[in-house]
């Protein structure tokens, strides 16, 4: 199974466009907020479900501020992030997110990538496809993919 995992896109769409047609087939897209209206442009660019949240500039988006999801054997807290303080750091996320029975949490927000495993759950920050932060300052996205018995590998990526 192989999940793309973007946030922050902030309706400027053409990374997220790009990195679609480059990445193929695709089982799922998860998208952490900031979408700014570009929902249909989000959704039809794949073939695959798509899940989304609303994040802090979603200000008249019907999508829901988080979500759980089953992928695989691992239930999954989406997010935004910003309900959390998550400028601060991921720890209240994480502990919220272990307390609601989450293995995985995915959030957005601070346009900076995370992947962040420790042995009560793994946080992951896909960090922003149109207004990257970090000091590369290069457009980032994650993949996550399960192997054949299941277990998650999450791969931090660049569009260059």
């Known amino acids: 199974m192989k999940i793309l995992i973007v946030s922050d896109t902030h309706r400027k769409n053409e990374n997220y466009l790009k990195i679609v047609r480059?990445?193929?087939?695709?089982?799922?897209?998860?998208?952490?907020?900031?979408?700014?209206?570009?929902?249909?442009?989000?959704?039809?660019?794949?073939?695959?479900?798509?899940?989304?949240?609303?994040?802090?500039?979603?200000?008249?988006?019907?999508?829901?501020?988080?979500?759980?999801?089953?992928?695989?054997?691992?239930?999954?807290?989406?997010?935004?992030?910003?309900?959390?303080?998550?400028?601060?750091?991921?720890?209240?996320?994480?502990?919220?997110a272990v307390a609601a029975g989450a293995d995985i949490v995915m959030y957005g927000h601070t346009h900076r990538p995370v992947i962040d495993i420790s042995a009560d759950i793994i946080a992951v920050n896909p960090g922003s496809l149109s207004y990257p932060r970090q000091e590369n300052k290069k457009p980032s996205y994650i993949i996550m993919e399960l192997d054949a018995r299941g277990k998650a590998d999450f791969r931090l990526n660049y569009v260059e």
Do not use: W
């Open 22 to 96: 480059e990445l193929g087939e695709l089982d799922m897209v998860i998208h952490l907020g900031d979408v700014e209206g570009s929902e249909y442009t989000i959704q039809e660019a794949v073939s695959c479900p798509v899940e989304m949240v609303a994040g802090n500039n979603d200000f008249f988006s019907e999508l829901p501020s988080e979500k759980m999801l089953e992928i695989g054997s691992y239930h999954v807290l989406i997010t935004h992030g910003h309900r959390y303080y998550i400028g601060m750091g991921n720890e209240m996320l994480k502990k919220e």
